[in-house]
Every structure is written in C-alpha cells, then in structure tokens.
C-alpha cells in the first residue's frame, strides 16, 4: 500500500505558515467554535469506524483489514477526545450528529442495498479527503498537544483513503456508473458541510478558501490514481459547484 508522501511534505513545508499567527486557545470564542468543530471530528471518527466495519459485512473475505482500518478510528476519537479536553472544551455531539446525518443516511442506504462502491466512495474517498484536507488546515493552527495528535493521525487518514483507492481501481471496470452517479449525489453533501463548518473553523484560523483546495487536491489525486481521466475528473469534481 503506498502512502503520498510527496504532497503531505509539500503542503507541510509551505512558505508562508502560519508561525506568529496563532489563535487565542483559550478565547471564550475559540472554545465556543472548538465545541461544535472537535464534536464533528470526534462524531466523524466514530462514524468511519462503523463504516469500516458495515464494509467488512459486505466483504467477508477483507473483513480483518477493515477492522484494523476501523480501529485506527476508533484510536482517532479517543485523541481527539483528548484535544477538547486539554482546551476544557465540551463537545456538542448532538450539533455533530445533525451534521453526518445526510450524510450517514446515504451511507446506511447504499449499505442496506449491498452498494459497495457507493459506501467505498462514501466513507474512503469523500470522508478521508475531507479529513485530510481538514487535518493539514488544522496542523497548522493548533495547539502544540493537538497539533501533536493530529499529524499521527493524518498519516493514518491517507492509509484509508489508499484503501478504498486500491479497491475501486481494481473493480472500475464494473463500479464506473456506480462511482459517478453516487459522486453526483454526495460530493454537493460534502460542500455543503464545508460550507456549514466554515465560520467555526474560521474562528481557529482555519481558512475555508484553504480548506476547499486541500479537499480539491485530495479528492482529485484520489480520483486520478482510482484510473479516471482528466475529463471524467472534472466532470466529477463539477458536481460540487452546480
Ligand atoms: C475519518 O477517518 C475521519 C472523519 C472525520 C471527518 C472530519 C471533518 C472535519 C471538518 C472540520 C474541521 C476540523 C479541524 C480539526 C479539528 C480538531
Ligand atoms: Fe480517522
Ligand atoms: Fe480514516
């Protein structure tokens, strides 16, 4: 399985970092935005482990390496948990709930129809892209415990993503439709939830414009090594402006 090295290095080494910038930690606001920003994280990590698991039922021959990816996200939540309460943060878990919710019903409906492609978009592709960017955004503006955390899991997050990579480069010639037509439904989805996470996350130095690069890049490079062309691509990544 390989790892993308080469773009985690060239986003960490960018020229102008965010050194001398950093928020207020311990604002009355950072904490307010942290509540609802770190709820979605944590709400984000329990979910994907569930998902790895639902996988590991439609897959009964992969199971075991889905329950070592589940795992890891379950290792993520915890660290996660540990971040809000270094910062004396309370989670708010039921905002983070509506937040998956459109989201997490297309997932449990493709599951329920035995959609693996369409779960392996869901949860591989979409997810972990959004994580990754999000991860990268935020290594950059945390706190020195947070900022620790995150790196060790952003590693991780492109582990998964190569997962669900791997898998539908192996099948494209049978789940092309599927992947275009679910990327149609559930790429607008993930726009959405950057737009609604977007003032929070501004409120942590996160800078929503940087964010929907680091998305773009993920998702784009994810789609390229899956075998799609530079057409199908950007016909795909236009279902999230229209
Ligand atoms: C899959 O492994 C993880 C899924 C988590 C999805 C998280 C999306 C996060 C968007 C909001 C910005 C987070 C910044 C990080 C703060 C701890
Ligand atoms: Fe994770
Ligand atoms: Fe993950």
């Known amino acids: 399985m390989q790892t993308v090295e080469t773009h985690q290095v ?3 080494d960018r020229p102008n970092g965010s050194e001398g910038h950093l928020p207020d930690f311990n604002s009355e606001n950072y904490k307010d935005a942290y509540s ?4 979605i994280v944590i709400e984000g990590e329990q979910e994907a482990h569930d998902n790895y698991v639902s996988i ?3 897959i009964p021959d992969k199971s075991d390496e889905l329950l070592k990816l589940a795992r890891m996200e379950l290792k993520h939540m915890r660290g996660f948990t540990a971040c809000g309460k270094n910062l004396g943060v309370t989670a708010d878990m039921k905002f983070a709930k509506e937040f998956f919710s459109p989201l997490h019903g297309n997932f449990q409906e493709a599951l329920t129809a035995g959609k693996l492609t369409t ?4 949860q591989a592709i979409l997810i ?4 990754i960017s999000a991860y990268h955004v935020y290594i950059r503006v945390a706190d020195p415990f947070a900022k620790k955390i995150t790196e060790g899991v952003v590693k991780d997050e492109y582990l ?3 997962y669900g990579q791997e898998w539908l480069k192996a099948n494209l010639a049978t789940c092309k439709e599927e992947l275009i037509q679910a990327n149609k439904v559930n790429l607008p989805l993930i726009r959405s939830m950057l737009d609604q996470v977007a003032k ?3 409120e ?3 800078d929503r414009e940087e964010l929907m690069e680091e998305f773009m890049i993920a998702y784009q490079d994810s789609l390229t090594e899956i075998g799609l062309d530079n057409r199908e691509i950007a016909r795909m990544a236009l279902a999230a402006v229209v």
């Open 36 to 39: 609802r920003i770190n709820a």
């Open 56 to 58: 590991g039922t439609l």
């Open 160 to 162: 998964h993503l190569n």
């Open 200 to 202: 929070d996350a501004s």
């Open 119 to 122: 779960c392996f978009l869901i």
């Open 128 to 131: 972990e892209a959004f994580a």
């Open 10 to 12: 060239a986003v960490l």
């Open 204 to 206: 942590l130095s996160m």
